[in-house]
């Protein structure tokens, strides 16, 4: 059963249809939108500040996310994918981007919409990740635009996970 747990009286709000692993964290001031995903071990922490996740976005094995105290909270938009392992905290997460595994996103950056950032990218604070471009490195940088394939599969890869989650889901 997962730990969905309120914190300071603020409980976790969960939208329609939202699959949440069995070793999944939710505490706190956290929103989660419809048709969304949150898989094995994953945590969001909403304990010092919110965490808003929009429709249809999937939250992947053992990510975090976490937001910094009297400061910065997390906004993750709509049809958003955050791979494996990845680190999402006290950010702005447009549409229809996928955050890749092991990828860290820092306070008070802005990803804009029809945005990848690669595996293992760190982007760094107060970054402004610009609409229709690949990211990747240490620190991250524009590497090149999205191809028509790529933008194709930041529309795909969420309903892939809609389906992925129905596998799980008992009645």
């Not at 996103?105 to 595996?119: K, Q």
């Not at 940088?141 to 996970?161: F, G, R, S, V």
């Amino acid at each position: 059963m997962p730990l969905i747990s309120p914190v300071k009286g603020i409980a976790p709000v969960i939208g329609a249809d939202v699959y949440i692993a069995e070793n999944a964290t939710i505490v706190g001031d956290v929103v989660i939108g419809d048709h969304c995903s949150v898989w094995f071990n994953a945590v969001i922490r909403g304990d010092v500040n919110y965490i808003k996740i929009g429709n249809y976005s999937n939250v992947q094995d053992g990510v975090v996310i976490h937001c910094t105290y009297e400061k910065n909270g997390t906004d993750i938009g709509n049809f958003v994918n955050i791979g494996h392992n990845a680190i999402v905290h006290g950010c702005i997460i447009q549409d229809y981007v996928l955050i890749g595994m092991g990828a860290i996103v820092m306070d008070r950056t802005v990803v804009e919409s029809n945005v990848i950032v690669a595996a293992g990218a760190v982007v760094l604070e107060d970054m402004v990740l610009e609409s229709g471009y690949l990211y990747a490195g240490i620190p991250a940088k524009k590497i090149k635009p999205l191809t028509e394939e790529q933008i194709a599969m930041l529309k795909q890869l969420p309903h892939n996970y809609v389906l992925y989650s129905s596998w799980f889901k008992t009645s």
